[in-house]
């Protein structure tokens, strides 16, 4: 079936590094995604990655698949007060689909 | 920078009623999209849209609900007869083509709320 499972919370202290773990199930996913969603606010795409690499770095976000674990993660580097939202993982797996995982609230302490 | 707009941000409505919920995507975009998201749960694709028809649909969209373009620039969504189990976020996303990553756009959703 389709799946994507993440933890709901993750709390980290200001200037620590967050990462946030997923796992689906889909073998045949072509782009994995990590959206970012803030109170109020709709869902905004925070990086992607194609489905035969490894690792995709973008500024203070790296992300890490692992496809054989069908696990992907996402690092947030010296993590800020502005990084307090929900996180959604998301898998492609057929042009008009995507399926989201239920978020990871991501609380910063000060 | 052109963005997916939603209205209204909040419905409250009995159940039993209907509703429309309406979306003006991206003016460039060709494919749309509905997904919903109950509290605390995951948001789930409902509905894609194209060229005036539907694409693909889940198994939450029955006959209860349907999508239309009315005219060159709003996207709605109608839940003809509202359940309590109805009550979620409403997300409309839209994207201009299916290119390779197919980032979907999405707006700031509709929090209908179904008493």
């Known amino acids: 079936g389709e799946d994507v499972e993440q933890s709901l919370f993750l709390s980290v202290r200001e200037g620590d590094s967050s990462v946030i773990n997923c796992t689906y199930t889909d073998s045949s996913s072509t782009y994995l995604y990590w959206y970012k969603q803030e109170p109020g606010a709709g869902l905004q795409l925070l990086t992607y990655?194609?489905?035969?690499?490894d690792m995709k770095q973008d500024q203070r976000l790296t992300v890490l698949l692992n496809k054989k674990d069908k696990h992907l993660s996402l690092r947030i580097a010296d993590t800020q007060t502005g990084d307090s939202a929900i996180y959604f993982c998301?898998?492609?797996?057929?042009?008009?689909?995507?399926?989201f995982g239920k978020g990871t609230r991501l609380h910063i302490l000060p | 920078e052109p963005e997916v707009t939603q209205t209204p941000s909040h419905q409250v409505t009995q159940m039993g009623q209907e509703v429309i919920l309406r979306c003006v995507p991206i003016s460039n975009h060709l494919y749309f999209y509905w997904y919903r998201q109950i509290l605390g749960q995951k948001v789930e694709f409902l509905v894609s849209?194209?060229?005036?028809?539907?694409?693909?649909k889940s198994e939450i969209f029955d006959d209860q609900f349907s999508v239309e373009r009315p005219d060159g620039s709003n996207f709605t969504l109608k839940i003809r007869s509202t359940k309590l189990e109805d009550s979620a976020m409403y997300f409309c996303?839209?994207?201009?083509?299916?290119?390779?990553?197919?980032?979907?756009?999405f707006g700031p959703g509709t929090r209908l709320t179904v008493l």
């Open positions: 990655i194609f489905s035969n690499m």
């Open positions: 998301a898998e492609k797996i057929r042009d008009d689909k995507i399926i």
């Open positions: 849209f194209y060229n005036n028809e539907i694409s693909e």
């Open positions: 996303a839209s994207i201009p083509d299916r290119s390779s990553y197919n980032e979907q756009f």
